[in-house]
């Protein structure tokens, strides 16, 4: 069955610097990877994925994200933070499809980025 | 639409109570999904609906849950009986098959 983690409950960084959060998985085949932030009183938005090819995603609002293989890891990057990418951030995965288990749609337990002026 | 709906967007109820919430997908979504959020905690998946198959229940925390989806478009998610532990916000999903998801904005249940 796959599985995702996020290690850290809350990172804080400074405006204009780079921010990381991280995710990490493990599924039975090759992974689809997503990730999602949810601002306050909202619901989810899509950011990027990552299904096959280049390694490194680009998706909205200038974040990016680097698929792993060896340590199966996807983290999310953005090489200068601004105050509003404050939110939730949620690391998903699930199967490819063939796999009983495709149908699941797993999500982690959610970073709070908070971006201090 | 243009986006996910779902309704209503707060639900006040007691306990005992049966509570119907409902979530309208974007057109032409093949599949549809119920995640259940607590209070600033991650989502937890309850079912998954997809075209004519059989649903993805392997979620749902009780058999005081259950959801349907009618005509491959609209579904209902039902709790049955509610208990104070069911509180939480209740998201809906729809994706073509397995891109990324669009979520609606939720519906806030409060069992009292």
């Known amino acids: 069955a796959q599985s995702v983690a996020q290690p850290e409950d809350q990172v804080n960084v400074a405006e204009g610097n780079p921010l990381t959060v991280k995710c990490t998985y493990s599924?039975?085949?090759?992974?689809?990877l997503f990730w999602y932030v949810q601002y306050p009183n909202r619901g989810l938005q899509f950011l990027l994925k990552?299904?096959?090819?280049?390694?490194l995603v680009k998706g909205s609002y200038g974040f990016e994200a680097e698929f792993n293989k060896s340590q199966t890891s996807f983290h999310l990057k953005k090489p200068s933070a601004l105050v509003s990418d404050s939110a939730l951030y949620f690391c998903?995965?699930?199967?490819?499809?063939?796999?009983?288990?495709?149908?699941?749609?797993?999500f982690g337990s959610g970073t709070r980025l908070s971006i201090r002026p | 639409g243009a986006g996910v709906s779902q309704s209503p967007s707060n639900k006040v109820t007691e306990k005992g109570k049966d509570v119907e919430l409902r979530c309208d997908p974007i057109?032409?979504?093949?599949?549809l999904y119920w995640y259940r959020q607590s209070l600033g905690q991650g989502l937890e998946f309850l079912i998954y609906?997809?075209?004519?198959?059989?649903?993805?229940k392997s979620g749902l925390p009780s058999d005081r849950f259950s959801a349907e989806r009618t005509g491959g478009s609209v579904s209902t998610l039902t709790i049955q009986r509610t208990q104070q532990e069911d509180s939480a916000v209740y998201l809906c999903?729809?994706?073509?098959?397995?891109?990324?998801?669009?979520f609606g904005p939720g519906t806030r249940l409060t069992v009292l």
């Open positions: 990552y299904i096959t090819g280049d390694n």
């Open positions: 998903a995965v699930r199967d490819p499809p063939g796999y009983s288990s495709a149908s699941k749609i797993i």
């Open positions: 599924v039975s085949g090759n992974p689809y």
């Open positions: 609906f997809q075209g004519n198959s059989a649903p993805d």
């Open positions: 057109s032409g979504h093949t599949a």
């Open positions: 999903a729809s994706s073509l098959d397995v891109t990324e998801q669009f």
